[in-house]
């Protein structure tokens, strides 16, 4: 198996995100999120995303099949000038084979003209925040609720470009 990582730019590989998008949603989230909520991220809208913002998103490839992705950008929030780690989603089959941590590595490296790097992470995805902490994230004590049918917390977790990952 040979993992190309690149940016999504054809046709097929917004698809492909899109699937992948959608599975991993449902591989991720089905035992933390309310079910009522998780019936909202449709294929369709995961198709959305994909054809709205083409940009600044990195696709793992297995030959010609898309298994993985990284969003990255600005912060959202404009107040600060920081880079942020917006979605990273690796099909179950494909874990622990380096993806993620190839995926990561490369989008931190675009992003490494900022001096911190920020992500939002569910409390409950023990999963994803030990990876984040292996890749050299740690928890800045900011948190806030989201409303999904019931209160969901998310935690944002920082790190300094200046770390060689």
Request: hydrophobic fraction near 40%; glycine fraction near 6%.
């Amino acid at each position: 198996m040979v993992i190309t990582i690149k940016p999504m730019v054809t046709a097929e590989e917004i698809e492909g995100k899109s699937l992948v998008h959608w599975q991993t949603w449902r591989e991720a989230y089905d035992d933390l999120l309310p079910a009522e909520f998780q019936d909202t991220m449709t294929l369709e809208r995961c198709r959305f995303f994909s054809q709205k913002y083409p940009e600044n998103t990195l696709i793992a490839m297995d030959g010609m099949k898309v298994v993985g992705f990284i969003s990255y950008g600005n912060f959202r929030d404009e107040t600060i000038q920081a880079g942020e780690i917006i979605a990273l989603y690796v099909l179950k089959d494909y874990y622990g084979k380096g993806i993620a941590q190839k995926l990561m590595k490369e989008a931190l490296t675009i992003l490494e003209h900022f001096s911190e790097i920020f992500l939002w992470v569910l409390k409950e995805n023990k999963r994803a925040i030990a990876f984040y902490q292996k890749m050299g994230f740690t928890f800045d004590g900011q948190e806030k609720i989201l409303d999904l049918g019931k209160p969901v917390k998310e935690l944002r977790m920082m790190c300094s470009s200046n770390k060689s990952f």
